[in-house]
């Protein structure tokens, strides 16, 4: 895998779903695995910083957990809310200063 | 407790003008970068800075200059705007560690439209 890719490029889920989604990066010269939630019309915001093989992160409903070694990471939202809907990018970060970021899953969590 | 600020957020230009957009962040962070986000091609890097006075050329710097003369300002410049450099700017700034471990803090956005 030579750039971050992410699956699937869009979701749509039922409100108290869980759900889940795919970041594939380059496992050579890996640093560190970034997500962030994106709202339409907002900044993309922070969620996880990883860094870790075996590494798991979690924020209320909202987990990720990292394989460097095969170089993914998975996204997971238990229990869907409206309030989840948003696009999530991943982005990975070598040994410089540089992230390269993913397409972004587009999750749209219906009432 | 601003954090990044983007200026202007809304702007259309004719092909050929030249403007400036100004990214101000209040977090003495080291490190600044400008992305553009294009349907279907997710944020990728013009330039960024790792310091004042600094910048290094990203993935499309093509058609656009920089410049970090004060810590907390970097600004993009079009020199000689075309119709594919419409798209929506994101500046984004992170501290002085690794920067891989520390999240990047993403201004609102400038819309730029040329036509």
Known sequence: ?111 | NAGVTQTPKFRVLKTGQSMTLLCAQDMNHEYMYWYRQDPGMGLRLIHYSVGEGTTAKGEVPDGYNVSRLKKQNFLLGLESAAPSQTSVYFCASSPMRPVSLQPQHFGDGTRLSIL
Not at chain 1, 48 to 53: H, Q
Not at chain 1, 58 to 85: F, H, M, V, W
């Open chain 1, 1 to 111: 895998i030579l750039n971050v890719e992410q699956s699937p490029q869009s979701l749509h889920v039922q409100e108290g779903d869980s759900t889940n989604f795919t970041c594939s990066f380059p496992s050579s010269n890996f640093y560190a695995l970034h997500w962030y939630r994106w709202e339409t019309a907002k900044s993309p915001e922070a969620l996880f910083v990883m860094t870790l093989n075996g590494d798991e992160k979690k924020k209320g409903r909202i987990s990720a957990t990292l394989n460097t070694k095969e170089g993914y990471s998975y996204l997971y939202i238990k229990g869907s809310q409206p309030e989840d809907s948003a696009t999530y990018l991943c982005a990975s970060g070598g040994s410089n200063y540089k992230l390269t970021f993913g397409k972004g899953t587009l999750l749209t969590v219906n009432p």
